[in-house]
């Protein structure tokens, strides 16, 4: 048992149970392994794993909503914070969303290696995911992490938040320059005022939560279609 992983769950009101500490520290040898044959993290020690992958991902559960809840991880490249979530939380429905097809596949098969029936894989870009009537709008929370700056960002994920979810962004030191830029974006995609959270992480002391919670609609034109060469929405 990981005290640190117990100690961030019970911060949200969660308990982890021994199986759950278990499937963590499998899903974890798994990346690190698989990460000698492909490029999915630059961290390669595992107790350094152990914080910056799976402590980090589970700092998000204070901000998802109780219940059965439907989530997105955009761009989940490894899995995190995704399939971590989706370990501490059995009821929330989870689709790991990255467009390269090397890392899905691993996604996929992690999660039936790992038992995880509350998993599913897409390997559609972003911009794809969001247009897709299937995805669209339906999903309680999307999440991300280290995938672009938040102008880019909250328009590949706030198309796929349903009216009164929220997108939760992690970040790093640059939050703080990257959200006046983003404030047009977030309005036009029908976003409220964002909330930054300390991530609260040994060691990540620039580390931060960026949720925008999502009060209108998104107009149909967004997402822009990927094969648009094109700025940010600013």
């Not at 914070?81 to 501490?88: D, H, S, V």
């Not at 990540?204 to 094109?230: G, L």
Request: net charge neutral; proline share 7%.
């Amino acid at each position: 048992m990981n005290p640190l992983w117990t100690e961030i769950a019970e911060r949200a009101g969660a308990v982890l149970l021994p199986v759950q500490h278990e499937l963590l520290g499998q899903y974890l040898d798994l990346l690190l392994a698989a990460n000698l044959r492909m490029n999915l993290t630059r961290i390669t020690n595992r107790e350094a794993a152990e914080v910056q992958h799976v402590g980090d991902a589970l700092t998000l559960l204070r901000y998802l909503p109780a219940g059965p809840i439907k989530l997105a991880d955009l761009g989940s490249g490894g899995g995190v914070p995704g399939i971590p979530l989706a370990i501490a939380r059995p009821d929330a429905q989870v689709l790991l969303i990255e467009s390269t097809k090397k890392k899905a596949s691993f996604l996929a098969e992690t999660a039936r290696e790992l038992g995880l029936h509350n998993v599913r894989v897409s390997d559609q870009r972003a911009e794809d995911a969001g247009r897709s009537p299937e995805m669209r709008e339906s999903f309680d929370v999307v999440v991300a992490r280290a995938v672009a700056t938040l102008d880019w960002l909250v328009e590949w994920c706030l198309p796929l938040v349903k009216k009164g979810g929220r997108m939760l962004a992690m970040k790093g030191e640059k939050a703080s320059e990257e959200l006046p830029l983003a404030e047009h974006a977030i309005r036009l995609l029908g976003g409220g005022s964002p909330d930054v959270h300390p991530a609260d992480l040994p060691g990540a002391r620039h580390h931060v939560i960026v949720e925008v919670r999502k009060n209108q609609m998104t107009p149909a034109i967004y997402p822009r279609p990927a094969t648009h060469t094109r700025a940010p929405l600013r």
